[in-house]
T-cell receptor, first 111, second 113 residues
Framework: SQTIHQWPATLVQPVGSPLSLECTVE??????LYWYRQAAGRGLQLLFY??????ISSEVPQNLSASRPQDRQFILSSKKLLLSDSGFYLC??????????FGSGTRLTVV | GQQLNQSPQSMFIQEGEDVSMNCTSS?????WLWYKQDPGEGPVLLIA?????ELTSNGRLTAQFGITRKDSFLNISASIPSDVGIYFC?????????????FGPGTRLSVLP
């Protein structure tokens, strides 16, 4: 069966520090991968998606970047965090036409 | 771009009551999904709908794909405390292969004992 792993679960980082959140999927090949951000009490904002290794599409301009170095690995990064980068980050995968399966999320607090 | 509206934004109900919420779009969708997000967790898929008029149940949950293909409905019968959470709808038009799902802003459900 397919599983998605996302870590860390919580993270407190100072303003200006770098960020690296990792997401891996097991049990499937060539998944579509997604990064979402959710502000407190708000909906899901799509940040990046990838349909293959090295293929990244950005939905909104921002202080973040994404990379897909391996088929089932998706990384969310920032060189210098801003206070506004705080939020709940969710990774998700899908097999094309099917619905998304989400990870358990990373709660990022920038202080 | 495509946008979804969910109604109500939030609701407070007594345990045992039935719940109804809906999701509307200005565009036609060919697939509707309903997710539930528990506090501090990622959303979990509850029901998927693929055909206009389709009515699908998952335990106490029932969802319908609207005839106009511009809306979907989720009903929860005999609510219990663990139904608390945010319910998201998501839709996709499938006009282009690989098109992403669009998510609604969510309906926040609170169940009072």
């Amino acid at each position: 069966s397919q599983t998605i792993h996302q870590w860390p679960a919580t993270l407190v980082q100072p303003v200006g520090s770098p960020l690296s959140l990792e997401c891996t999927v097991e049990g499937t090949s060539n998944p579509n991968l997604y990064w979402y951000r959710q502000a407190a009490g708000r909906g899901l904002q799509l940040l990046f998606y990838s349909v293959g290794i090295g293929q990244i599409s950005s939905e909104v301009p921002q202080n973040l970047s994404a990379s897909r170095p391996q088929d089932r690995q998706f990384i969310l990064s920032s060189k210098k965090l801003l206070l506004s980068d705080s939020g709940f980050y969710l990774c998700a995968w899908s097999a094309g036409y099917e619905g998304y399966t989400f990870g358990s999320g990373t709660r990022l607090t920038v202080v | 771009g495509q946008q979804l509206n969910q109604s109500p934004q939030s609701m407070f109900i007594q345990e045992g009551e039935d719940v109804s919420m809906n999701c509307t779009s200005s565009s036609i969708f060919n697939t509707w999904l309903w997710y539930k997000q528990d506090p501090g967790e990622g959303p979990v898929l509850l029901i998927a709908l693929y055909k206009a008029g389709e009515l699908t149940s998952n335990g106490r949950l029932t969802a319908q794909f609207g005839i106009t293909r511009k809306d979907s409905f989720l009903n929860i019968s005999a609510s219990i405390p663990s139904d608390v959470g945010i319910y998201f709808c998501a839709g996709r038009s499938d006009l282009n292969y690989g098109q992403n799902f669009v998510f609604g802003p969510g309906t926040r459900l609170s169940v009072l004992p």
